[in-house]
């Protein structure tokens, strides 16, 4: 047994505490810390109406799965001694340079030091002007047709956050293309650019992937456009094992 414990549970007993405040304490030392994200919001450029929605559906993925959801616009909360809270960072449609040169340093560290990452559909319209974002993210935004109904290929069938979806995925969304595509990394989905129009990218257009990066674990999905997507079980279902991946083992199912 834990020494603290047994110091504690030795003075409550001493000075008559009932069996149950003895229970209390005992659970309440013996549970690990509950992991943490931060959902970050803050945008500088278009904002997406589904914003809202979006943290919605992260703060119920985190109370049915015994995650810690804190959320913020305030580009304050990037310094060292706040993002060591936090398993992993949520930039959920983020756009703009949201970020000042203080901060980008607080978020690297964080990273470095095995923090985690995840970017939902507009992160990657975010802070074009800081070259280690844009290999943190994977990609730039580089426009998009209208929002259509295609189809997603499955790449990787595999891994969590896409062994759910059938390998042909019809879904409606803002189809991104991007400024280069990814390199260095995994990737998870595909657009079939033959179901749409307006793609760019041919037959190699990728929308979801994730990588280890300069000492910590990144995930981006450019789904997301509307607030009805963060209702759709499937889609949840992919956002859920993202969160699993870029938080590291020990996050319960």
């Not at 109406?49 to 992260?58: D, L, Q, T, W």
């Not at 935004?141 to 979806?165: C, M, S, W, Y």
């Amino acid at each position: 047994m834990n020494p603290y414990l047994v110091i504690i549970l030795d003075i409550m007993m001493k000075k008559g505490c009932t069996i149950l405040a003895l229970l209390f304490t005992i659970n309440a030392i013996a549970q690990p810390p509950q992991k943490k994200v931060l959902v970050f919001s803050r945008t500088l450029g278009y904002h997406h109406a589904s914003i809202p929605e979006g943290i919605a559906a992260i703060q119920q993925l985190g109370a049915q799965h015994q995650l810690g959801v804190d959320t913020t616009t305030n580009s304050a909360w990037f310094t060292t001694d706040t993002l060591r809270h936090y398993a992993a960072v949520i930039f959920l449609s983020t756009s703009g340079e949201v970020l000042d040169s203080a901060q980008q340093r607080a978020f690297q560290k964080y990273i470095r030091a095995g923090g985690g990452y995840m970017g939902i559909h507009a992160a990657s319209t975010t802070c074009y002007s800081w070259p280690w974002y844009g290999r943190l993210v994977g990609a730039y935004f580089n426009g998009h047709p209208k929002p259509q109904e295609a189809i997603v290929n499955v790449i990787d069938h595999q891994h969590a956050t896409t062994r759910h979806l059938p390998v042909k995925w019809k879904w409606l969304d803002e189809w991104y293309n991007f400024k280069a595509l990814p390199t260095d990394v995994h990737i998870l989905l595909k657009v079939d650019e033959t179901t749409y129009t307006g793609g760019k990218h041919g037959a190699d257009h990728p929308i979801a992937w994730y990588h280890e990066f300069d000492g910590g674990r990144a995930f981006y999905t450019a789904l997301g456009h509307f607030g009805t997507s963060y209702k759709e079980p499937l889609f949840l279902q992919h956002l859920w094992e993202g969160i699993v991946y870029v938080t590291g083992p020990g996050l319960p199912g």
